[in-house]
């Protein structure tokens, strides 16, 4: 009998579609090919106790938006079956996107998850602001989780939450062994880290936090151990269905933990996501990997000159990423014209009151 831990943590899974890939994304894949997935990490998956992800899309079959918006980054009820028989059992439900749909479609989807014995973090029904853990006990441990959406705020709030997280904390350490904090935050686009956010994280770490692995940037961003703790600041995309190569490379971070003293270890094995929005293991990307850890390790002990030149590289690498996006989106959007054609004007209307076209 294996005595250790293993839990592999995962960034975003996202099994609907985007704008640009409506009709042609994960979840036609899924409907229309049959698709599984998951098909070349569940080998992976059923070799762990637990297995992390945050979820990128809303489960349910309730939307309070209309056509074509209301089928964007929304999966119905019954792809929690794809959730389950893959062996994901626990889910971040704090990010961006878990309330697009409004909170019917919200109260759905954590009710189904949880029915469904697929363990939910983060936000739920009652609780907004995560403020008690979801306690996990494996093998006589206790592993204890808290997730928070940081992305799309201002500093000032981005700061007046961290401090909040930091009293639920020291409030709330003693009840776990090992604490996990997931966090949706940093800049989109980027495989580095801008040193604000990791030294929020490594204040984070030193308050009492175990693993600290992150999601939102939709690439990764590499991992080490700081201070005899895991972290991750982005393990990227898992599964999305965004094709722009550098939003593909990915990873499962494999965590083990030893009951008997908390020790931690962990390896980190990359992943490509292919064409069908699958992610297959490819050794062969591991030096790239190795860089995006070295890049972090130089982040996290720079001084402050250093710091100045990280924090714009990683915002170039951003605006750049954001721009290659928005190109990515009005390409496709006119190449597939046709699958939007009945509702062109509503796109229009839409696009220009939040006062842009795309």
Same mark, same amino acid.
């Given at each position: 009998? =294996? $005595?250790?831990i293993?839990? +592999?943590f995962?960034?975003?899974?996202? /099994?609907?579609?985007?704008? %640009?890939n409506?009709k042609r994304?994960?979840?036609?894949?899924?409907?229309?090919?049959k698709?599984?997935p998951?098909?070349y990490?569940?080998?992976e998956?059923?070799?762990?106790?637990?297995?992390?992800?945050?979820?990128e899309?809303v489960?349910s079959?309730f939307?309070?938006?209309?056509?074509?918006?209301?089928?964007?980054?929304r999966?119905p009820?019954?792809?929690v079956e794809?959730l389950?028989? =893959? $062996?994901i059992?626990?889910? +971040?439900?704090?990010?961006n996107?878990? /309330?697009?749909?409004?909170? %019917?479609?919200f109260?759905?989807m954590?009710?189904?998850?949880n029915?469904?014995?697929?363990?939910?973090?983060?936000?739920?029904i009652n609780?907004?602001?995560?403020?008690?853990?979801l306690?996990?006990?494996?093998?006589?441990?206790?592993?204890g989780?808290?997730?928070?959406?940081l992305?799309n705020?201002?500093d000032?709030e981005l700061?007046?939450?961290?401090?909040?997280?930091?009293?639920?904390i020291? $409030?709330e350490?003693?009840?776990?062994d090992?604490?996990?904090?997931? /966090?949706?935050f940093?800049? %989109?686009?980027?495989?580095?880290?801008?040193p604000?956010?990791v030294e929020?994280?490594?204040k984070?770490?030193?308050?009492?936090?175990?693993?600290?692995?992150g999601?939102?940037?939709h690439?990764?961003?590499?991992?080490?151990?700081?201070?005899?703790?895991?972290f991750a600041p982005?393990l990227?995309?898992?599964?999305?269905?965004?094709?722009?190569?550098?939003?593909?490379l990915?990873?499962?971070l494999?965590?083990?933990?030893?009951?008997?003293?908390?020790?931690?270890?962990?390896e980190?094995n990359?992943y490509y996501?292919n064409?069908?929005?699958?992610p297959?293991?490819k050794i062969?990307?591991?030096?790239?990997?190795?860089k995006?850890?070295c890049?972090l390790k130089s982040i996290?002990?720079?001084?402050?000159?250093?710091?100045?030149?990280w924090h714009?590289?990683?915002?170039m690498?951003?605006?750049?990423?954001?721009?290659?996006?928005r190109?990515?989106?009005?390409l496709?959007f006119?190449?597939h014209i046709n699958n939007y054609?009945?509702y062109?004007?509503?796109?229009?209307?839409n696009?220009?009151k939040?006062?842009?076209?795309?």
């Amino acid at each position: 009998m =294996n $005595k250790k831990i293993n839990i +592999n943590f995962v960034g975003d899974i996202m /099994l609907g579609e985007v704008f %640009e890939n409506y009709k042609r994304g994960v979840k036609s894949s899924i409907l229309k090919k049959k698709i599984n997935p998951f098909e070349y990490c569940i080998n992976e998956f059923e070799k762990s106790d637990l297995n992390i992800a945050n979820l990128e899309c809303v489960l349910s079959n309730f939307s309070n938006r209309e056509m074509p918006f209301s089928e964007l980054l929304r999966i119905p009820t019954c792809f929690v079956e794809i959730l389950k028989k =893959n $062996k994901i059992n626990v889910l +971040n439900l704090a990010n961006n996107h878990t /309330l697009d749909h409004g909170i %019917e479609a919200f109260n759905e989807m954590y009710n189904i998850l949880n029915d469904h014995g697929i363990k939910t973090f983060g936000i739920s029904i009652n609780d907004f602001f995560q403020t008690k853990p979801l306690i996990v006990k494996i093998k006589g441990t206790n592993i204890g989780f808290f997730g928070y959406n940081l992305s799309n705020i201002s500093d000032d709030e981005l700061y007046k939450r961290i401090f909040k997280i930091i009293e639920i904390i020291r $409030k709330e350490r003693k009840s776990v062994d090992i604490l996990v904090l997931s /966090l949706h935050f940093g800049y %989109e686009y980027s495989n580095i880290p801008a040193p604000k956010f990791v030294e929020i994280c490594k204040k984070l770490i030193k308050e009492g936090t175990d693993i600290l692995y992150g999601h939102h940037s939709h690439q990764l961003q590499g991992v080490l151990k700081y201070e005899g703790k895991i972290f991750a600041p982005s393990l990227g995309n898992f599964i999305f269905d965004n094709k722009l190569r550098e939003n593909r490379l990915t990873a499962i971070l494999k965590v083990t933990i030893n009951p008997a003293d908390l020790r931690m270890n962990y390896e980190i094995n990359p992943y490509y996501i292919n064409d069908d929005f699958q992610p297959q293991r490819k050794i062969e990307y591991l030096p790239k990997v190795n860089k995006l850890n070295c890049i972090l390790k130089s982040i996290v002990n720079s001084n402050y000159k250093s710091e100045k030149k990280w924090h714009i590289k990683a915002n170039m690498k951003s605006q750049l990423g954001h721009l290659k996006n928005r190109i990515r989106m009005r390409l496709m959007f006119i190449f597939h014209i046709n699958n939007y054609n009945p509702y062109i004007l509503k796109i229009i209307k839409n696009k220009i009151k939040n006062g842009k076209l795309f």
